[in-house]
């Protein structure tokens, strides 16, 4: 079993080393073993992150027991994240259920009302030594329009993260959720100050469908996590639905390992961005 580091101290190694980890969602048990059957290959650690959805379909529980046993059953460096909690409840359920890390997300509420509340997620994390990530500026999400709200502004960072405490620092910079109806065009400049006026790890949300390229220039700047989702959940779907068209199989277990397949193709192409010469992160 490798040795693992806290995640706010493998973000800080991260960032010292200006590579970043990989933070992807699971859904069921499929998924979850996509993503740890290519992070055992490649010998790479891996964020496996779940939302309130996530949660409220598989159970708080069950999600977390799933997510660390198969952390263990597959000598994977791996941690569990909570991905955009909107609500100091899930936040601090989540805490007191072990989780490794928490995002609280008040990117939609004023700065005021953004810096009190992940303030207290900050302190609430403080007693179990979990990292915190929060959301400064506008990532649309699924359904919003991608430029219906401003990026961060790197002053305005730097003036949240002294005054929240924040770990970790999601940024928008020309991301959105889902998938992309023209090709996402990353501010790197403003990246590159925002990393320098705050000096934590930052977080890259909308990371399905954003090229090798762009994500490689914004790990050089800052960038320690980066969220895949959709790319996730869709390469997992169209598998089952490519599966069941072909056979009138009922056994699921026949059904789904080609899908898992997919999964597990996708995260080793996604992991592989973040290796360098020596293969492990
Ligand atoms: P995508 O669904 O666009 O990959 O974004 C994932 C994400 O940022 C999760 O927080």
Redesign the pocket.
């Known amino acids: 079993m490798p040795s693992r580091l806290p995640m706010r101290e493998k973000l800080l190694e991260a960032r010292d080393r200006r590579t970043a980890l990989l ?1 992807t ?1 699971f859904y069921n048990a499929e998924t979850l073993r996509g993503i740890l059957e290519a992070a055992a290959e490649l010998r790479q650690p891996v964020i496996l ?1 779940l ?1 309130r959805s996530s949660i409220d379909y598989l159970g708080l529980g069950l999600a977390l027991a799933m997510g660390r046993a198969a952390i263990e059953q597959y000598g994977v460096e791996g941690w569990i994240h909570l ?2 909690a909107t609500s100091l409840d899930l936040v601090e359920r989540c805490l007191e259920a072990g989780f490794d890390s928490v ?1 609280i997300d008040a990117s939609e509420a004023d700065f005021a009302q953004n810096v009190a509340l992940t303030r207290k997620a900050v302190e609430l994390a403080r007693k179990t030594g979990a990292n915190v990530e929060a959301e400064l500026g506008f ?1 649309a999400k ?1 359904g919003q329009e991608a430029d219906s709200g401003g990026m961060t502004d790197p002053d305005e960072a730097a003036r949240f993260v002294h005054e929240t405490g924040v770990d970790s620092l ?1 940024v928008a910079i020309g ?5 992309y109806k023209a090709t996402p065009c990353l501010d790197l400049e403003r990246l590159a100050a925002i990393q320098a006026r705050t000096g934590v790890p930052l977080v ?6 954003v090229d090798e390229t762009a994500i490689r220039a914004a790990v050089a700047r800052g960038i320690c996590k980066v ?7 869709d390469a997992f779907v169209r598998g089952v639905k490519r599966e069941i068209q072909a056979t009138t199989d009922i056994d699921l277990r026949n059904i789904f390992p080609p899908a898992i397949r997919d999964v597990k193709d996708l995260i080793k192409q996604k992991l592989g961005m973040f290796m360098d010469g020596s293969g492990r992160v």
């Open positions: 933070a969602n992150q939302t991905d955009h995002m990532v699924l999601a991301t959105a959720h889902g998938f890259l949300h909308g990371g399905s469908g969220n895949v989702a959709t790319e996730t959940k």
